[in-house]
C-alpha cells in the first residue's frame, strides 16, 4: 500500500495532496520546512514524501539503500500527521520518473484529487531535461519553494514549455542552506549535522554508521583543513 503512517485512514480522493519527491539521503530540515509551508499555505490535507530508488540524474551515485532513507523519513515526519511516506517509486524498477509517479499517485487518490507538486528553485531548473514536462503540468500544479543561491529564469522555461505559468505557483519560505551532500560530507567529515535534521534522524545516521565513507575521494583541501 502505498500510503502509509495514516493508520486507519483509506486511500481516498482527498482534495489537496501536496508531493515532495527527492532522494532524502538523507531526509532534512530543508525539506521538512518546504513540506510544511507548502501544507499550511496551500491548506493541502496530505503531504506525501516520495523517495526514489535513484534519481534518474544520479545514476552514477551510489545511494543508500531505500530501507534507511524510509526509516529516517518515518522518524522525521512522526508527530506530523498529515505527512506520510510514500513507497510508490520504490514498488516499481527504477529510474522513476516524475510523470509516472504523478500518474501512479492520481489514480490511488482518484480523478477529484488535485496534485501539489512540490520542490525547491533548484529543481525546476532541470524541469524540461524531465520526461513529459507537458503532462507532468497537465497532472498537478508545480509548487516552487525558494531555495538560498538557485534564480530560475521562469520566462525562459515557459517560452519552451507553454502553460507553465499557469501551473506554477511560487512560494517564499524559510530559506535553509543545507543540503543532502553538505549533511554526507559533513558525516564523513565527523562535522555536526545536529539541528540541520531530526534528532531522530540524526541518532539513525549515527546508530547505522551512514555516510562515513562518503565521497571521501572528493572532499576538497579546504574540506580537510
Ligand atoms: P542532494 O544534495 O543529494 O542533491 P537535496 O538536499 O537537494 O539532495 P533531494 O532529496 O534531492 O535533496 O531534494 C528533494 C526536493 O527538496 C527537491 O525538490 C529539492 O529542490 C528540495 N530541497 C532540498 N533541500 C532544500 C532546501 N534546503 N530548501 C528548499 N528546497 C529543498
Same mark, same amino acid.
Given at each position: 500500500?502505498? /500510503?502509509?503512517? +495514516? &493508520? *486507519? ?12 519527491? *527527492?532522494?532524502? @539521503? ?17 491548506? !493541502?490535507?496530505?503531504?506525501?514524501? +516520495? ?5 534518474p540524474f #544520479? ?6 539503500? %531505500? ?7 518515518? !522518524? ?7 505527512? %506520510? /511516506? ?11 520518473y516524475t510523470v @509516472?509517479?504523478?500518474?501512479?499517485? #492520481?489514480?490511488?487518490?482518484?480523478? *477529484? ?6 520542490? *525547491?528553485?533548484?529543481a525546476?531548473?532541470g524541469l524540461l531535461a524531465w520526461r513529459d514536462p507537458?503532462?507532468i ?33 511560487? /512560494? ?5 542552506? +543545507?543540503? &543532502? ?19 531522530? +534522524? ?15 575521494? &572528493? ?7
Amino acid at each position: 500500500m502505498a /500510503l502509509e503512517r +495514516v &493508520s *486507519g485512514v483509506a486511500a481516498r480522493a482527498a482534495t489537496a495532496i501536496g508531493v515532495l519527491g *527527492g532522494t532524502f @539521503d538523507p531526509i532534512h530540515n530543508g525539506h521538512l520546512v518546504i513540506a510544511e509551508e507548502a501544507r499550511v499555505r496551500l491548506q !493541502l490535507d496530505r503531504v506525501l514524501f +516520495v523517495p526514489a530508488q535513484a534519481s534518474p540524474f #544520479k545514476q552514477n551515485q551510489h545511494t543508500t539503500p %531505500a530501507t534507511h532513507r524510509c526509516r529516517m523519513i518515518e !522518524l522525521a515526519i512522526a508527530g506530523n500527521p498529515t505527512f %506520510a /511516506l510514500s513507497r510508490v517509486d520504490l514498488q516499481r524498477p527504477a529510474p522513476s520518473y516524475t510523470v @509516472d509517479t504523478l500518474r501512479l499517485l #492520481k489514480q490511488e487518490w482518484g480523478e *477529484g484529487s488535485q496534485l501539489y507538486f512540490i520542490m *525547491g528553485q533548484d529543481a525546476i531548473a532541470g524541469l524540461l531535461a524531465w520526461r513529459d514536462p507537458a503532462e507532468i503540468i497537465r497532472l498537478a500544479r508545480l509548487v516552487l519553494m525558494r531555495r538560498p543561491g538557485h534564480a530560475p529564469d521562469i520566462q525562459h522555461l515557459e517560452a519552451q514549455l507553454p502553460g507553465l505559468r499557469e501551473s506554477l505557483i511560487i /512560494l517564499d519560505s524559510p530559506e535553509l542552506s +543545507v543540503s &543532502s551532500t553538505e549533511l554526507r560530507r559533513r558525516v564523513a567529515m565527523g562535522w555536526p549535522i545536529r539541528y540541520q535534521v531530526p534528532d531522530s +534522524v540524526m541518532h539513525y545516521i549515527m546508530a547505522h554508521q551512514l555516510y562515513r565513507d562518503y565521497d571521501s575521494a &572528493s572532499l576538497t583541501a579546504d574540506q580537510h583543513a
